[in-house]
C-alpha cells in the first residue's frame, strides 16, 4: 500500500490495522452527478445520534448547488427498525414519489449495551438530497451574484448544536453560449467574501437563514480573511470556539492563522485573531491532542509539501514544519488540504500524496491515506500505521470531512471528481482537455463522480 523505507522504524510499536467499511452514499457515477467537498458532523438528539451532510453537486469548476442529506444512528433506549427510523432520518422532506432507500431500511445500526452510539457493520438510511433554501445567494449589480462556498460542520457541544461555517464568493454567468449556463468565479472579488454562519435545526431537520462572520481585525490592517469552509475547529471549555482560517495580503501571498470565535446564542463573533504563520499556505485544520493545538496546513509553494504547527493556547503559533515520516524523510504530496482524525486515543491524519498508486489522477489525489501521528515536540507521521481510506478510481478525493461517531469510530466522507493524465488519451475521447503547462497535467476531466463514506474503527 506504500512504498517502505528501507530502514524501519522503532520509534512507534506497530498497532493492529483499523476496520475500513466504505459506502456508496450518492451515486454520481451512475447518474451522471459529480458529488464533491463533503463536510460532516453528528449531534446526539432524541431520536438517537443525528449525521449530517452537506455536499456540493459540481456544475463547473469548484462550483455548483450545495445539497444536505442526513440519518440517524439511534441509541439502545431508542427503536430499531426501518420505519422508526425512516421517520426519524426523513420527516417531513421526502416527497411521496421519492424512495428513500439509498440503502435498505432493513439494515439498522445497532447500539451497544451501554447506550453509546455504534454504527455497526450495516448501511444507515439517509434521506434524499434537498438544497437548503437557507444557505441563498444575494444578487449584485453587473449581474454579480455572492453565493455560499463550501460549509464545514462542527458539533458546538454547549449550544447544542451543529454550526455550518464558511466564506462567500462572487459568480457571474460567463453567456458564452445562451444555451448552457456557464457561472464562473470572479477572483478579483475574492477579498470582498465574507464568513458564513449557519445553524442545523435537528427538530426542522434545516439549516436557519446563513449571516455573516466578520474580521475587522484584519481588514483594519489592509488584510482580508479566507474562510475555508472544511477546516477543522476546537470548542474550549467555556464554549468558545477556536477557528482556522487564512489571511490575505495586499502582495497576493496568504497566510494562517486561528481566531477565537464567541458564541453567544445565535450571535456569532470574532473575538481575537492569533499570529500569523507562513507563506502562500492555506486551508488549515485544527486539532486539540492531549493539552496542545495542532495545525495542519495546505501548501501553495509549488514544494511538494504539507506543513503542521503547534501552539500552548491554540492562538501564538510556532513556525511552520514539513510533515515528514518517522524516518525523517519527507511526506511528498501537491497543493492539498489534510485533516485531523482521533481514534481509539491516538491521533490521526488522513491526506493524499505522491506515491505510485496515484494513477495519474491530478495532484496525487488519490488514494485518500491516514497514519497515526507520532506526538512529539516535532510530530511525525508513522510510516508503518500507513492506510488507504478510499483507493484510487480514477477521480481526485482531496476535499473530504471527518467526524467522530465515538471513541472508537470515526466516519469520514469524500467526494470524486474525474481528473486525471492517461496516458495516450485522445482528443476524440470523451472528457478529453488539453490542461496546458500545468505542472500536474491532466487530459481527462469529467464532471462524475459519487458521494463516498468510510467507517474507521480500531
Known amino acids: 500500500m506504500h512504498q517502505m523505507n528501507s530502514t524501519p522504524s522503532t520509534h512507534e510499536p506497530s498497532a493492529p490495522p483499523a476496520s475500513i467499511e466504505r459506502r456508496v452514499l450518492l451515486q454520481g457515477r451512475r447518474d451522471n452527478q459529480c458529488w464533491f467537498s463533503p463536510s460532516i458532523a453528528a449531534i446526539p438528539t432524541p431520536a438517537g445520534m443525528q449525521v449530517v451532510i452537506n455536499v456540493h453537486q459540481l456544475t463547473g469548476n469548484d462550483n455548483g448547488p450545495m445539497h444536505t442529506i442526513y440519518t440517524v444512528i ?3 433506549n431508542q427503536p430499531a427498525d426501518g420505519e422508526s427510523l425512516r421517520a426519524a432520518s426523513v420527516s417531513d ?55 455560499i462556498h463550501t460549509t464545514g460542520l462542527f458539533h458546538h457541544r454547549q449550544s447544542g448544536r451543529i454550526l455550518a461555517h464558511g466564506g462567500t464568493h462572487f459568480v457571474r454567468d460567463q453567456n458564452l ?120 496546513i495546505r501548501s501553495e509553494q509549488g514544494d ?27 511526506v511528498q504530496t501537491a497543493n492539498t488540504q489534510q485533516h485531523w482524525m482521533k481514534l481509539g486515543g491516538a491521533l490521526y491524519l488522513v491526506y493524499t500524496r505522491k506515491s505510485e498508486l496515484n494513477n495519474g489522477v491530478f495532484r496525487y489525489r488519490a488514494p485518500l491515506y491516514m497514519a497515526r501521528v507520532q506526538v512529539t515536540d516535532r510530530p511525525r507521521l508513522v510510516r508503518e500505521s500507513e492506510q488507504i481510506v478510499f483507493p484510487e478510481k ?62 474507521v474503527r480500531v
Open 304 to 330: 511538494e509539501r504539507m506543513y503542521h504547527s503547534s501552539s500552548s493556547d491554540g492562538l501564538t503559533w510556532g513556525r511552520e514544519i514539513a510533515w515528514q515520516w518517522d524516518d525523517d524523510s519527507p
Open 177 to 296: 453560449n445562451p444555451r448552457y449556463k456557464t457561472e464562473w468565479f470572479l477572483l478579483d472579488k475574492s477579498q470582498d467574501s465574507s464568513g458564513v454562519l449557519s445553524f442545523w435545526d435537528s427538530t426542522r431537520h434545516d439549516f436557519t437563514p446563513w449571516r455573516r462572520l466578520e474580521a475587522p481585525q484584519l481588514r483594519q490592517t489592509g488584510q482580508f480573511p479566507y474562510f475555508f469552509g472544511l477546516n477543522q475547529c476546537c470548542e474550549l471549555e467555556n464554549g468558545s470556539i477556536l477557528m482556522p482560517l487564512g489571511v490575505g495580503r495586499a502582495d497576493k501571498t496568504a497566510a494562517v492563522t486561528t481566531a477565537m470565535v464567541q458564541v453567544d446564542g445565535d450571535d456569532v463573533r470574532i473575538e481575537r485573531i492569533g499570529t500569523q504563520i507562513g507563506h502562500k499556505l492555506y486551508e488549515p485544520s485544527m486539532v486539540e491532542f492531549e493539552g496542545r493545538f495542532y495545525l495542519t
Open 74 to 76: 439511534p441509541s439502545s
Open 93 to 147: 422532506r421526502t416527497p411521496a414519489n421519492v424512495s428513500v432507500a439509498y440503502a435498505s431500511p432493513s439494515n439498522i445500526p445497532v447500539a451497544n449495551a451501554s447506550g453509546s452510539y455504534v454504527s455497526g457493520a450495516c448501511t444507515c438510511v439517509w434521506c434524499p438530497p434537498f438544497e437548503s433554501q437557507a444557505f441563498y445567494k444575494i444578487p449584485l449589480e453587473d449581474d454579480v451574484f455572492e453565493v
Open 394 to 455: 480514477g477521480a481526485r478525493m482531496g476535499n473530504f470531512s471527518i467526524c467522530s461517531i465515538s471513541e472508537n469510530e470515526a466516519w469520514i466522507v469524500t467526494g470524486e471528481w474525474m481528473q486525471q493524465w492517461i496516458e495516450g488519451y485522445r482528443p476524440d475521447q470523451f472528457g478529453w482537455v488539453d490542461s496546458g503547462d500545468d505542472v500536474h497535467r491532466y487530459n481527462r476531466l469529467i464532471y462524475r463522480g459519487d458521494l463516498l463514506l468510510a467507517k
